[in-house]
C-alpha cells in the first residue's frame, strides 16, 4: 500500500499548479471512477471561489481528497498520474485570453492525419511548418470526397516568399516526439449574428493590437470523411499556431492538455479582413445536427469581452460531452419524475399493505394507542487524539455523559434530517435487547404509509433474522420484492426499472442486523450488479452499503451496540441511541396498557414500590412483561419478581398456563428449549429447517409469544418461517436446556455459560443474558411451571456446586470493567447471601466501570449488593467515568456509607451538587463534595477542560454557578486542591486553541506534581503562557513539554522561569525545535536546578555547540542523574567524548 503522506503531497501538486478550468475535469473524473460520492463532489467546490474558479484553500482540499484516492488507491492512480503528467508538461506560455481556452474544433481534428499532426506539434511551427505538404496530403486523403465550402482568404505569393523554410542539417538527430495530443471536449463557443443591414453577409473585424487568434472559418455541411479543406486557388487554408499567453505566468499557475495549446487558423496577416458568410447550401439540403456550425468572428482575447458574448441558442451544449460550468446558463429547477401508472398502483398497495401489518404491536396491542414515542439520542464519532492515539485514523464513538445526552436526544420525525451539508444515506438505530427498534421501524413505515414521509416513494422492510444469509441465488429484484414485508406485485419489472431510476426515493430497512452473523470480512465481497442472481444476501447488503448498486438509495439498520464499535459501523452518516423509558413513560405505557383505572393505580403502585421492578421497566418489552403479569393476577395480594429470571419464568409459565386452557392440554416444551439452545450457539434466533416440530407445539409456541412465524417469497414459492420472538425468551430457554437436560454436566455448564478472566465475547447481550438465566434458574427457590414440563429428572445440586466453586476462584479485580459489572448481575440473580458477602469480600478496593454503559438496573445491583459491605467492613472507591450514568443513579451510589471516593463526569457531578442544593439536603451535599475526585486528570477532548474550568471556578468563588456562598464550599473543593497528576492529550488539532484555558487555572492547582503536555505542538506562543505560571506550581516534580515544536524563543522564557521551579525532578522537551540559542539557554540556567535528576532533550536541533553548552553545565550539575541529549546534528564523534567526559550523558 502505498503511504498516504506520498499520496497527500501528489494531490497537493496537483492542486497547486491545476488550472481553475481544468480542476473540475479531475474532480469528475475522480466522481465517476466512484473513488467518492456525488455529495461529496459537491461539498468539495465549498473550497473553490465561485468568481475566479481559483482554489481558496488548497491545503484543506488536498487532505480531503487525499484520503479517498489513498483508500481507492487501484482506481484513482491513474487519474492522479494523468493528471500531475499534464502538470509537467505544461509551458509557461499558456492560453488565457478566455474563460475557456480557444481549441480546435473536435470534427475539424480528425481531419488530419495523426501522423503529420505528432510531427507538426513537436516541431518549430515558425520555421519548420511545411504548409505545402499538409495541403497535399489532405488533398490526397480526402479528393474522393464531396466538398464542403471553406471560403478562406488566400495568402499572397509576396507572403508565401517570405515564409521562411528550415531544412533539417545532414546528421542533425530529429525532435524528440511528444506524447500524442489529448483531444479536448470544447464548450461550442457562442456567435454574433452579422449586422441586419448588411447584405453580403460581410463581418468586418477591427485589428487587435496582439496576434490574434481565430477559430478556423469552416461551416461542414457534409459527412466528415467527404470534406475537403483545400480552396479553390491550391493556396494554404490552414496554419498552426502556439497560443499567446498575455497573462503574468502568477496569474495562470494553472493545469491544461499536454502540452501547449495550438490553434488552426487562416494563414493571412491578422489585420481588418472581409469574411463571407458561406452560402446556403441547395434546396432540400440539410445539414446532421451534430455537424452544424456558425462562423465565430475574431475576438478580443480580453475576458470581459469573452464573457459578454451571449451564448448560442442553436448548439447546446450537451452535458454528458461538456464538462465545463457556464456561468450565463441560469439555473434549471428540477422537474420531479412522473411515476407510471402501475408504479403508482404498487406505491398505495404497500401503504395499504404497511398501514395493516404494521399497526399492531407484539402483544396484540394497537400502534396508534399503545405506541411510547421515546426519544434518541444522536451520538457521534470521532477520531482519537492524543499521545495514545492510533495513526490509522481510528474513529469511535464519543462517549456522552448524562446532561449532554438530554441536549443531543431528537425525536422520530428527525431520524432522517439532514443535520449538515452530507446527507444522511447510512443510518445506525443502536439498542438494546428489547429496547423497542423493532416497533420503532414500524411507526417509521407507518409514517411513510399515512404521508409523514414523502422524501420516499418507497420503503423495503428486510427481518434479517428469516433471512438466509448464505445462499447465493437472490438478486436485488428478489431481495427488494421477496424478502422484504410487501405485497405481491403485479408488475414487478416495471416498478424495479422505477427503483434503479429513482434510488434516492427509496429507503432500505435492515433489522435485527445482529442476525447477519460476523460483519468481519462482510465489505470485502459484494454485488456490483442490479440483475445478476447469483448473490447472498449478505453480498447484496455489503454492495448496498458501499453504493455499489442502488446508489442514492438511504439504508437504516437496526442493531445492538457492541462492546467495540467495528469498521461498518465506523462509515455511517448518522448514528442513533434508542432511549429506554423514562419514569414518565412507564407511567404512559402502565395507563395505556390496562383499561380499567383502578387497575392502573394499583399496578403502577406495585411496581414503583418494587425499586428493581421498576428498573426492568425501563426496558419496554420487559415493561410489557410486568404488566402481562399483572393483568393476570390479583394485585392487592401478589408479590411481584425479585430478579430477571424469575420475572420471565412467570410469564412464561402464565402464557403456558393461558394455552393450556385454550387447547386443553399442556404441550411439552422441551423440544423447543433444545431449539433454544442450539440457536444460542450459532447466535441465531431462526428454527433450523431440519429440525421438525409439530403444528401443535408450533401453534403452542406462537400462541405463548416465544415463537414468531413470517411469509417470505421467493421464486420457488411462498414458505413459512418462524423464529423466536425475543431475546429474553430465547436464552430463558436454553438456559432451562442446560440446567435440567441430562446431556449437559456441570462442566460444560460453566465452561459455556459462566464468567471467565480471558473468554473472548463475541456477542455480549447474548452471553450476558443466558449467564443471569443460568444462575438465577440453578437458585430458583420455587420450581416454576415449565421446569415441571420438561422431561428430566437430574439433580442441579451438582451443577450449582460447580458454579459456587468457580465463583470463589474468581478474582474480580483482574475483571474489565463491563464483566465487573456482569459478575454483579449473575450474583444477584442468585439471590444468595452467602454468594453476595463473598463478592463483596473479593472486590479491589477501586471499583471501576469506566467505559461500561450504567443504568438504572445496573445501579440498583451494585447498589444492592455493596449493602453487605458494612458487615464486612470494607470501603470502596469507584470510578464511573464514561458510563453515562443517570444523574438519580449517581445520587444513590455516592449517598452509601462504603463509597469513600468517587469519580464521575465533572458536568454530571456539579449537576447534582446543584440537585441537592435545590433540595436543601446541605449533609448530601457536604458528603458529595468531600467525596469527588479528579485525580488523576486527563483531558482528551475540549469539553474536558471546560469542565475543569467551571470546576475552578467553583472553587475560588465557593459558590455553585447561578447561586448564592455555600457553606459545603466554605473550604473550596478538595478534589482541586488534591489535584496531582494532570494530563493534557487534546492533540494537535485542539491543544494549541485550548491551552490558553488550561493556564489560567494552572496557578489553582496548587498540589499538581505531574503535568504532561506531551505532543499537543502548543509552539512558542504557549511556552510562553506556560513560562508565566509556572512559579505558581510550587509541588511540580515533573513536566512533559515533548513534541510540542517549541523553539529557541519558547525555551527562552520557559529557561527564565525553571531556575525557580524549586521541586522540579524531571524535565521533558523530546522532540521539539531547540538550536543552539535554546540549549545554551537551558545550559545557563542548569546549575540553578538543584532538585532536576532528568532532563531529555533528544531529537532537537541543536549542534555540538550547543552539546558542549549543556555537557560544560552538567559538571556543575551534581545532583542530576542524567542528560539524553542525542540528534543527528551532534557528529557522532563529538558525541561519544561527551560520553566519555560524564557518563550520566547518554542516547536514549
Known sequence: ?????????????????????????????????????????????????????????????????????????????????????????????????????????????????????????????????????????????????????????????????????????????APRKAPRLKRRKTVQPSTESPHPQDKSHVIDVSPPPLPQLVHVPLTIATALNSASLLPSSGTPALQFIQTINHLSPTVINSIVPVGPTYVLVSPQSVRPVHQLVPLSPADGAVAPA?????????????????????????????????????????????????????????????????????????????????????????????????????????????????????????????????????????????????????????????????????????????????????????????????????????????????????????????DSFDDIGDLEGLLQSFATSVTDNGYSVRQLFSGLFQKKILSGCTLLIATRPKDVLNQLLRKVDSILELCCFSPKDIESYTSSYFADASKQESTLRKIQSQKYIFSLCSNPLLCRFTCFLMEHQDTDGYALPSTLTDLCQRVLDQHLELTAKEQGSKQDITELCNMAWEGFKTYSSLLSQDQEISKE?????????????????????????????????????????????????????????????????????????????????????????????????????????????????????????????????????????????????????????????????????????????????????????DTCIPLSGLKELVALDCVTSFRAPTMDTIDLWEDLHRSSDELSLKNAIEKFTIDPFKASQLGHIENLVLLVQIHREKKLPMSNAEAALEDGIPAVRHLHKLEYELGQQNGPGAFHKLAGILPALQSLQHLDLENNKIGDREAEKLASVLHSLSSLKMLNLSQNCIGDAGVEKLAQALSAASSLQSLSLYGNLIADSGAENLASVLPAMKSLLDLDVKYNKFTDVGAKKLSAALKSSPSMKSLQMWNNCIPLGVFDHLRLQDPRIRAL
Open 290 to 510: 451534430e455537424l452544424s456550425r456558425t462562423i465565430i468572428p475574431m475576438s478580443s482575447l480580453s475576458d470581459s469581452t469573452s464573457r459578454s458574448q451571449p451564448p448560442s441558442p442553436l448548439t447546446p451544449v450537451s452535458p454528458t460531452k461538456d464538462k465545463t460550468t457556464q456561468e450565463d446558463s441560469p439555473p434549471t429547477t428540477p422537474q420531479s419524475p412522473v411515476i407510471p401508472e402501475r408504479v403508482e398502483d404498487f406505491i398505495q398497495q404497500l401503504k395499504s399493505h404497511l398501514r395493516k401489518t404494521c399497526s399492531l404491536m407484539p402483544g396484540g396491542l394497537r400502534m396508534d394507542s399503545h405506541y411510547i414515542d421515546t426519544q434518541l439520542v444522536q451520538r457521534k464519532l470521532v477520531i482519537r487524539t492524543g499521545k495514545n492515539a492510533n495513526k490509522c485514523l481510528e474513529k469511535e464513538l464519543v462517549v456522552l455523559i448524562d446532561s449532554e445526552r438530554k441536549k443531543a436526544t431528537v425525536d422520530r420525525s428527525h431520524v432522517f434530517q439532514n443535520c449538515g451539508p452530507k446527507p444522511k444515506c447510512l443510518i445506525t438505530v443502536l439498542g438494546k435487547a428489547g429496547t423497542g427498534k423493532s416497533t420503532l421501524i414500524q411507526r417509521l413505515a407507518l409514517d411513510w404509509a399515512t404521508g409523514s414521509l414523502p422524501q420516499f416513494q418507497f420503503v423495503f422492510l428486510l427481518n434479517c433474522k428469516v433471512l438466509n444469509l448464505t445462499s447465493p441465488n437472490y438478486s436485488l429484484k428478489t431481495l427488494l420484492f421477496g424478502l422484504s414485508t410487501t405485497p405481491g406485485c403485479e408488475d414487478s419489472e416495471a416498478v424495479f426499472k422505477h427503483v434503479l431510476s429513482n434510488p434516492d426515493k427509496v429507503l432500505l430497512v435492515f
Open 697 to 881: 407445539l408450533l401453534d403452542c409456541g406462537i400462541n405463548c409469544e416465544i415463537l414468531t412465524s413470517h411469509t417470505v417469497c421467493e421464486e420457488s414459492g411462498k414458505s413459512q418461517v418462524t423464529y423466536f420472538a425475543n431475546l429474553f425468551m430465547q436464552n430463558l430457554l436454553g438456559a432451562l436446556f442446560l440446567v435440567q437436560s441430562k446431556d449437559v454436566n456441570d462442566r460444560t455448564l460453566v465452561a459455556q455459560t459462566v464468567l471467565h478472566h480471558r473468554k473472548r465475547k463475541v456477542h455480549g447481550e447474548w452471553q450476558d443474558v443466558l449467564q443471569r438465566f443460568v444462575i438465577g434458574s440453578l437458585y430458583q427457590k420455587a420450581t416454576p411451571h415449565c421446569c415441571g414440563i420438561l422431561q428430566s429428572s437430574v439433580d442441579a445440586q451438582a451443577k450449582r456446586k460447580a458454579v459456587e466453586a468457580h465463583l470463589k476462584n474468581l478474582n474480580p479485580g483482574e475483571l474489565i470493567p463491563s464483566r465487573l459489572l456482569e459478575l454483579f448481575h449473575c450474583v444477584y440473580e442468585a439471590s444468595n447471601v452467602k454468594l453476595a458477602k463473598l463478592l463483596v469480600k473479593n472486590l479491589p478496593d477501586i471499583l471501576s466501570f469506566c467505559g461500561a454503559h450504567l443504568t438504572m438496573t445496573d445501579v440498583y445491583v451494585v447498589w444492592h449488593l455493596l449493602q453487605h459491605a458494612k458487615g464486612l467492613k470494607r470501603t470502596f472507591s469507584i470510578d464511573m467515568q
Open 1 to 173: 500500500m502505498v503511504p498516504f503522506q506520498e499520496v497527500l503531497f501528489e494531490v497537493r501538486k496537483v492542486l497547486q499548479d491545476a488550472h481553475p478550468d481544468l480542476l473540475p475535469a479531475f474532480l469528475t473524473q475522480l466522481l465517476e471512477a466512484q473513488v467518492f460520492s456525488a455529495q461529496y463532489f459537491q461539498s468539495l467546490f465549498q473550497c473553490v471561489d465561485p468568481d475566479l474558479g481559483d482554489v481558496t484553500d488548497v491545503e484543506d482540499l488536498a487532505r480531503r481528497l487525499a484520503l479517498p484516492i489513498w483508500q481507492k488507491w487501484d482506481v484513482s492512480k491513474e487519474i492522479l498520474f494523468s493528471a500531475l503528467g499534464d502538470t509537467e508538461e505544461s509551458q509557461p506560455d499558456i492560453c488565457a485570453g478566455n474563460d475557456d481556452p480557444i481549441a480546435l474544433d473536435p470534427q475539424l481534428l480528425e481531419l488530419i492525419p495523426d501522423s503529420l499532426l505528432q510531427d507538426l506539434i513537436t516541431s518549430d511551427f515558425l520555421h519548420e511548418l511545411d504548409l505545402d505538404a499538409l495541403c497535399a496530403e489532405l488533398k490526397e486523403d480526402y479528393d474522393h470526397g464531396e466538398a464542403a465550402e471553406c471560403p478562406a482568404p488566400a495568402s499572397t505569393e509576396s507572403e508565401k516568399e517570405e515564409r521562411p523554410t528550415r531544412k533539417r542539417a545532414a546528421g542533425e538527430r
